[in-house]
């Protein structure tokens, strides 16, 4: 049995220095963009035998809702502690330039870790790092899910506040068909229109020129890859099933070819 976490005990309250953060500051919203755009998290976990926390380097990707995703091996330490003690958290970070402290976005998340068995978060997670898949089908690895129980965000000085877990993780009620369609929907888009996803790339999310592909679709939307660039595309509208999916997205690209 593990020790029962209280929620005061990982929910924020306030800002770190004191004072009140800007208005400008959207913790909810720069808390979504940074878990969304990670592509590396540091994973802390619990020793079993000294009770001391063990901080280590993960690759990392989310599940449909915005819950972390990890796989792990039998043999490293971290996963001797997840299966010893739940409780861990992952730090993602999108470094600025100059002091990391004051221009960098961040995010802590805190929960349980849970193995994942579900076909579509392994896919997402590999279309994330393809390079994992040469060893993610060994028998000592395994897929990890992060049960959310916590968010601290912290944008920079002065810029931590206080988020619930629902307001970040996203109510999949209604969504049903267009988390079943995401595999089609990813495949035809790599595949038909490698164009657009470089349109929404370059031309609306000012990233540089290369080969794009979508790794991943939400209802507030679409994860994009290029070798070691990541970024993200917010739809306009939440999308609930595929046919409003195919609207917003030649919406996007219209304005990007516009913008050319």
Not at 36 to 47: F, G, M
Not at 184 to 196: C, G, L, R
Not at 210 to 215: E, N, P, V
Not at 232 to 245: M, Y
């Amino acid at each position: 049995m593990t020790e029962a976490v209280a929620p005061s005990a990982i929910t924020p309250r306030g800002l770190e220095l004191g004072g009140s953060a800007p208005d400008d500051f959207d913790a909810v919203a720069m808390a979504r963009a940074t878990l969304r755009k990670a592509r590396i998290a540091a994973l802390a976990t619990l020793d079993p035998m000294s009770g001391f926390p063990l901080a280590t380097l993960t690759n990392i990707a989310t599940d449909v809702d915005g819950s972390p995703l990890f796989l792990a091996s039998k043999l490293s330490l971290h996963t001797r502690n997840i299966e010893a003690d739940p409780r861990v958290s992952v730090l993602v970070s999108s470094l600025g330039k100059g002091d990391p402290l004051a221009n960098s976005a961040r995010l802590s998340v805190v929960g349980r870790a849970e193995r994942c068995t579900d076909e579509n978060a392994r896919r997402r997670f590999l279309a994330r790092h393809p390079k994992a898949k040469l060893y993610a089908d060994f028998p000592d690895f395994s897929l990890f899910r992060l049960s959310v129980q916590g968010f601290h965000p912290n944008g920079g000085f002065a810029r931590a506040g206080e988020i619930a877990v629902g307001a970040v993780l996203l109510d999949l009620a209604g969504c049903e068909a267009l988390i079943a369609a995401e595999d089609d929907a990813i495949a035809h888009m790599n595949e038909d229109h490698a164009e657009a996803l470089s349109l929404y790339a370059t031309k609306l999310l000012g990233l540089p020129e290369g080969r794009w592909k979508a790794t991943g679709l939400d209802p507030e939307g679409l994860d994009l890859v290029c070798g070691d660039e990541n970024g993200r595309l917010v739809f306009p509208d939440r999308v609930t099933e595929p046919a409003g999916l195919r609207h917003v997205l030649v919406a996007l690209a219209q304005e990007a070819r516009a913008r050319g």
